[in-house]
């Protein structure tokens, strides 16, 4: 089974972003006791460290993609994500 590549888009002091990075962590922490999740790599990056993140994304961070493709924004959802991954 392949690895799911989340990544988390965010900046620095952004409350919302740290709400988001704590239920993604929350979720992953979850999966790893299920046996039928798929292994998880996550990444952030921050629109402060690079620029088309920057113009792409500064209206709608946080923002988590699963496999390169926008999952949300704003607000993360714990079980769209856990539901997200589970059919990964």
């Not at 888009?9 to 740290?18: A, E, F, I, R």
């Not at 979720?27 to 690079?50: G, K, M, N, Y």
């Not at 079980?79 to 589970?86: G, H, M, Q, V, Y």
């Amino acid at each position: 089974m392949a690895t799911v590549q989340l990544t988390l888009v965010g900046k620095p002091g952004c409350h919302l972003c740290d709400d988001a990075r704590t239920i993604v962590l929350g979720v992953l922490d979850e999966l790893r006791s299920d046996p039928s999740a798929p292994a998880t790599a996550l990444e952030e990056l921050s629109i402060l460290d690079d620029e088309q993140l920057h113009e792409r994304y500064v209206e709608e961070i946080p923002v988590l993609l699963i496999d390169g493709r926008v999952h949300n924004y704003w607000r993360i959802d714990p079980d769209r994500l856990r539901s997200a991954l589970l059919t990964a």
